[in-house]
């Protein structure tokens, strides 16, 4: 019996050190810590449960039988975060470069199994060089494993993607398909193809900071939703996120105490919106003054920058939040706002996160590039992603609602529950001076005809009331309470249930 | 009494007027331009009429905008407050000639007062003391010896037409008098083509004290002590306070003696202020007269009880003064700190932009002390480009200095203001400085202990062990809201450590702490502890505690593993972690801020007005390089040192945001 717990002891130790302490100090030295430490600062202290401590691979190719590290460079198991159960798996970069082998992806696809079973989120955090090549295709299938299961999970429960070092080939897909990909500046990157290859191929010279760096993927790509200074920050982040989300499909968004009063009353709202109708404000104050404790979780904050989504709470229960944002663009819609934002709204819709939607909006924005581009199809995404969400929706229009935008961002029209405005929305096809022109196309020479054809439409059109009479807006609030009215409407909402018809699933326009 | 006034002036001071008049019964009138539609003193005032665009040239000194809206509304009486109309004698004699009455004082005393040369030759015929010097022309260096010794050394030589330092010397004794009146008059010759030199006393160690005096048309006038306005910068007073820590007895008597003499020899009425310079040996000189209310007028009223504004009122109604010289009293002390919208980080440029958030301090009249804001603004209000950028007047007042400032620093913590640059954190710096703190100030102050600009404080280790408790043991209590979340496991749920490392302004406490329902007792290492008191909650913004035997108040913002929080001139990133998490973030490598020294950054949010140079220029050190207009002003951006123009990203007529990259370097 002796004998046993002494090796129990021993291989533990063993695998606790992974790839070596050369190989830990070598991690250390790159500023990056390595897959259990990581794990330690992602979950409560003591929380973790491992499994499969002791798999190894099983590979006899390139004399790799020689070397057969217990865990096989991948860490996997639960704990929790909070009191909260998740699963997590974690790349060990010191033992064979965090590569992926057919018993590495087993180790990954049982921790999904499990999480999909008992539903909790899986939390995965990408430290790896790639592939497995000594094991061929069977490293391949174990991707493929993997990106099913991701698949299979998604909309189930949350998956987030932690990217703390190269992540790179066909790796990339897995967390491509999960809800949230967060990176580490500077230390980590991302991409299909790498540099020399690019190179190879394009003749294009470019770093792999430039080519797949957070930065990149932040600001120009959208793949990663933020990123990090580093390690310790990112997972601290994480946590933080995690508090916001629903364990799986079939729970409601936690609720924690708040000491915000519901109905706090706000007076500076009432001058948020400028008495000159092109003067930009900032939305975030307006976010920031709704939530509890001006508590705000931004998801892809450094791309398209016209739209605004995260997570704020209200009387400590989390509400998903699309705005506009009148300092980016004027706050259009275009292209990459639309996909950003209906792919928010999707994620909000499948794990019963409400939505709150704050309006200033002046239309899509026009031009070849943007027409080129797709912009029917992509700005449909946000109008399909609205249109089938079925959790309480409640909207605020603060200024602008004008065309084909106003019916996208969640109309009443789009099952909108509590559409409010203020008194200073403009609910209308177009800006008076725009609609006036093609009404009165016949006064057009005549600029004070014009000027007076004008007047009599701002007069006519813009304000919140010609949509209030139609029942379109629901009642037109003061900028002050916004809180309150928005706290309550949800509070209303909390037993909603609604049914879309059965299909098999929609067909989003991708 | 008149029934209603009408204040032509905005902000604080505007709202300060019509307090004074609500309290008399007197019904009010504002006046606002475009740009002050929605300000404080529109919303205070009985009545309010629109006098113009937004820059004041279109609006406040419109003497006829003003004097139509006083025939609209049917006011009997113009405040003028200060700056704009106060001291300007077309508009009191423009009222004088529609019967309105003007509450402040003749036109002819604003007139003799505002020449520079009249007003010294008036003093001087008063028997009021003035820098002794000799005007006329000096011929030879032997003159220059004689009336030297005339007026007592030191002296400063100046060219008649000198400027920017040219042409002056400042001398000790004949010897330097001598060279110093030759190489001035060379000086003076190459730069201005002007020879021509004068001489007068040179004033060591110069603090600006100022007199308040008080006139009715009856012929009665007193003085109501002096102000001490030292701390300074670039002549624009920033923090004042009444009495001066520096006057004894007989010098405040022979102040405020030649003050009432002089408000005498020019028939003043209302109330008005004789500005001093006063230097190390309490010698004091006349600098000017300001014939109108000013800014500074509340740390007068904290320490008289007397309302200046309500003097000045009826003594423009014609009554007669109440108070005689006797009854004026010194009972305490008051300090008056002003809150200007200038990012003290950023050399003090001028920071316009929405009040996203705007909580003074409470007021406070107790015997203990006083606290009192005199302001325009309000939450959610603008700072403007058009007008001055000051926004708050804090004024404490306490039986004795030391209290004052103690109250003051306690003010300070507890005033928020987000949306804007402001300086807040310079004004706690000053509170905390030896020299201010003990009395010992010039009018240098601010160029001599901050010759580099502000960078902020550092505080002691026994002010970061305080605040090393404080948010040790806020942050306990978020992390223990955070574990109520609803969905734990059961039986399973996170257990909050007790033991933890603080980390702040580069120092870290390993603390442990014990909780209990009042508060928590902080343990340090050496088991030095502090105990923790507060009613703070996760998401309060400001924190208010009893830590030790002391109160702390700041300003917290929520950020990773802790706070940033805001005290005492401070600004800090406070992290809050379990001894693991401490040692794996040691592991962190530090990142170091990209370079900017290859770029040329706006450093305010503005206009590029003009850009000097071209693509591929030589540049040389201090050369102008652009101009960026903010807030009416023109700042010119010039090179730090010597290089070549890369790349230039702006051109004239764009709007730039704050760190938006102009030019770049080579």
Known sequence: MKDVDAQLLARREDAMLGGGQRRIDAQHAKGKLTARERVELLLDEGSFEEFDMFVAHRCTDFGMEKSRPAGDGVVTGWGTINGRMVYVFSQDFTVFGGSLSETHAQKICKIMDMAVQNGAPVIGINDSGGARIQEGVASLAGYAEVFQRNIMASGVVPQISVIMGPCAGGAVYSPAMTDFIFMVKDTSYMFVTGPDVVKTVTNEVVTAEELGGAGTHTKKSSVADAAFENDVEALTEVRRLVDFLPLNNREKPPVRPFFDAPDRIDASLDTLVPDNANTPYDMKELIHKIGDEGDFYEIQEDFAKNIITGFIRLEGSTVGVVANQPMVLAGCLDIDSSRKAARFVRFCDAFEIPILTLVDVPGFLPGTSQEYGGVIKHGAKLLFAYGEATVPKVTVITRKAYGGAYDVMASKHLRGDFNYAWPTAEIAVMGAKGATEIIHRADLGDAEKIAAHTANYEERFANPFVAAERGFIDEVIVPHSTRKRVARAFASLRKKSLKNPWKKHDNIPL | ?666
């Open chain 2, 1 to 666: 009494m008149f029934k209603k006034i009408l204040i032509a002036n905005r902000g604080e001071i505007a709202c300060r007027v019509i307090k004074s008049a609500q309290k008399m019964g007197i019904k009010t009138v504002a006046v606002y331009s475009d740009a002050d539609r929605n300000a404080l003193h529109v919303k205070m005032a009985d009545e309010a009429v629109h006098i113009g665009p937004a820059p004041a040239n279109q609006s406040y000194i419109v003497i006829d905008n003003i004097m139509r809206a006083i025939k609209e509304t049917g006011a009997e009486a113009v405040h003028p407050g200060y700056g704009f109309l106060s001291e300007n004698k077309l508009f009191a004699e423009a009222l004088a000639e529609a019967g309105v009455a003007f509450i402040g004082p003749p036109a002819g005393a604003i007139e003799s007062m505002g020449d520079k040369i009249t007003s010294k030759k008036l003093a001087q015929e008063a028997g009021v003391s003035t820098v002794p010097g000799y005007m006329g022309l000096i011929e030879d260096a032997d003159e220059a010896v004689k009336i030297s010794n005339e007026v007592g050394y030191p002296v400063m030589i100046k060219a008649s037409a000198g400027g920017g330092g040219k042409g002056m010397r400042i001398a000790w004794n004949d010897d330097e008098a001598r060279e110093g009146f030759q190489s001035s008059k060379n000086e003076a010759a190459n730069s201005f083509g002007d020879d021509r030199i004068f001489i007068e006393k040179f004033v060591t160690q110069p603090r600006h004290i100022e007199i308040q005096v008080l006139a009715d048309g009856h012929g009665n006038a007193i003085y109501l002590n002096e102000r001490e306005c030292s701390i300074q910068r670039r002549n624009q007073k920033v923090i004042e306070e009444a009495p001066s820590p520096f006057l004894d007895e007989a010098t405040r008597k022979a102040m405020g003696e030649q003050s009432v003499a002089l408000a005498a020899a020019v028939d003043y009425t209302s109330a008005g202020t004789v500005e001093f310079i006063v230097d190390g040996e309490r010698n004091f000189y006349f600098l000017e007269m300001n014939t109108r209310l000013q800014v500074e007028h509340p740390v007068t009223e904290l320490i008289t009880g007397v309302d200046l504004v309500e003097q000045m009122i009826r003594v423009a109604y014609g009554e007669k003064l109440s108070i005689k010289q006797s009854d004026v009293k010194r009972n305490g002390w008051a300090i008056e700190s002003r809150l200007y919208a200038e990012d003290p980080y950023r050399n003090f440029l001028p920071s316009i932009g929405r009040l996203t958030r705007y909580r003074p301090p409470e007021e406070v009249v107790a015997d203990t002390h006083v606290v009192r804001n005199d302001t325009g603004v309000f939450e959610g209000g603008e700072i403007s480009m058009y007008y001055d950028p000051m926004i708050a007047k804090l004024c404490t007042w306490a039986p004795d200095r030391g209290a004052a400032i103690e109250a003051m620093r306690d003010a300070l913590d507890g005033f928020e203001v987000e949306g804007i640059g402001h300086n807040l954190p310079f004004l706690s710096a000053v509170m905390d400085h030896p020299k201010f703190v003990s009395g010992d100030i010039t009018t240098a102050f601010i160029e001599e202990e901050y010759p580099d600009g502000f960078q902020g404080v550092a505080l002691s280790d026994a002010d970061l062990r305080r605040i090393a408790a404080a948010t040790c043991a806020m942050y306990r209590v978020a992390e223990i809201r955070r574990t109520r979340v609803s969905g734990r496991m059961d039986n399973h749920e996170r257990k909050v450590g007790t033991d933890w490392v603080v980390t702040l302004q580069g120092e870290r406490y390993a603390t442990t702490i014990k909780a209990d329902p009042e508060g928590a007792d902080v343990t340090f290492e050496d088991g030095h502890t502090l105990r923790v008191e507060s009613d703070w909650t996760p998401g309060d913004s400001l924190a208010r505690l009893r830590v030790g035997d002391g109160d702390l108040v700041m300003k917290v913002d929520k950020i990773t593993s802790g706070f940033r929080v805001r005290s005492r001139g401070a600004d800090l990133e406070v992290r809050v972690r379990t001894p693991r998490q401490a040692e794996l973030a040691d592991l962190m490598p530090e990142k170091i801020a990209p370079d900017t020294s290859k770029l040329l950054l706006c450093p305010m949010p503005g206009l590029i007005v003009s850009v000097n140079v071209a693509e591929g220029d030589t540049i040389h050190e201090g050369q102008a390089l652009c101009t960026v207009e903010a807030m009416k002003m023109e700042n010119i951006l010039r090179a730090e040192k010597n290089g070549v123009v890369a790349k230039i990203n702006a051109d004239a007529g764009d709007s730039l945001a704050v760190d938006d990259v102009i030019m770049e370097f080579e």
